[in-house]
């Protein structure tokens, strides 16, 4: 019992539940063959988060880490026809294929990529009153997540949700010593999680084509 059957299984997931969809499977391909990493969530995933935004109604959505835009794609589709989703990615050429996808999705009235690092473009957000966001989705460097977080929290409405994507590492998550950045920051967010009254939260251990991690939910009080 491994990789190879979480990955079988999450293949007979996606075949079954979130379908043979065009638009994201030219998402995939243009991301692949511009050589960006295969970083994007897994389908089932990205029906997870689209499912999500709309339990909380999503009309504002906020997303940091872009990539190709697969996610993008998936949440975007939750909005109403005036809703918004804004997108922070730090590679212009990351950004650039995520257009071109997004634009081949027919999502570009809707969808907005900023470019920068997102601890310096979050800021603008809050001045230009492109927030409350409904829901946002943190995905970028994850030595930063608990900034991002911070953030995230502070540019919500009440009711709004919280998505963090790969906080627990091959479960590195409960590793006090390690010395990598990424779980450093994983950590980092769970022991502000502990103390934060602002939200009430979960995390989730997840198995499948993305091999072990996790999510963690919450909503802002
Ligand atoms: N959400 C995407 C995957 C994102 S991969 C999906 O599921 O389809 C992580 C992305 O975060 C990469 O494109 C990377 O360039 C970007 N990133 C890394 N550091 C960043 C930063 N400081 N600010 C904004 N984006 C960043
Ligand atoms: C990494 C980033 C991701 O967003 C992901 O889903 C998996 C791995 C990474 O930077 O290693
Ligand atoms: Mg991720």
């Not at 030219?26 to 295969?38: E, F, I, K, Q």
């Not at 963090?164 to 920051?185: C, M, P, Q, W, Y």
Request: proline share 4%; hydrophobic share 45%.
């Amino acid at each position: 019992m491994g990789q190879t059957l979480w990955t079988a299984v999450d293949a007979y997931i996606s075949e079954h539940i979130s379908g043979d969809d065009p638009v994201l499977g030219a998402a995939v391909a243009a991301s692949n063959a511009a050589g960006l990493p295969a970083l994007s969530v897994a389908p089932n995933q990205g029906k997870l988060l689209q499912l999500l935004a709309r339990c909380v109604g999503a009309r504002r959505i906020l997303e940091i880490g872009t990539l190709g835009g697969y996610s993008t794609i998936w949440l975007a589709r939750a909005l109403p026809a005036d809703g918004h989703l804004i997108s922070l990615e730090l590679d212009a050429r990351h950004a650039e294929v995520a257009r071109s996808n997004i634009e081949r999705a027919a999502l570009s009235e809707r969808v907005q990529i900023r470019l920068g690092a997102a601890l310096d473009t979050l800021p603008l957000l809050q001045k230009e009153l492109e927030a409350p966001f409904c829901f946002t989705f943190i995905d970028a460097d994850k030595a930063n997540i608990p900034e991002y977080f911070d953030w995230a929290v502070k540019l919500s409405r009440p009711g709004a949700m919280i998505v963090v994507d790969n906080v627990v590492r091959k479960g590195a998550l409960i590793d006090a010593h390690s010395g990598d950045e990424n779980v450093v920051g994983v950590r980092r967010l769970h022991e502000a999680l502990a103390n934060d009254q602002r939200v009430s939260a979960t995390t989730l251990q997840t198995v499948g084509v993305k091999g072990y991690d996790g999510l963690t939910l919450a909503i802002v009080n």
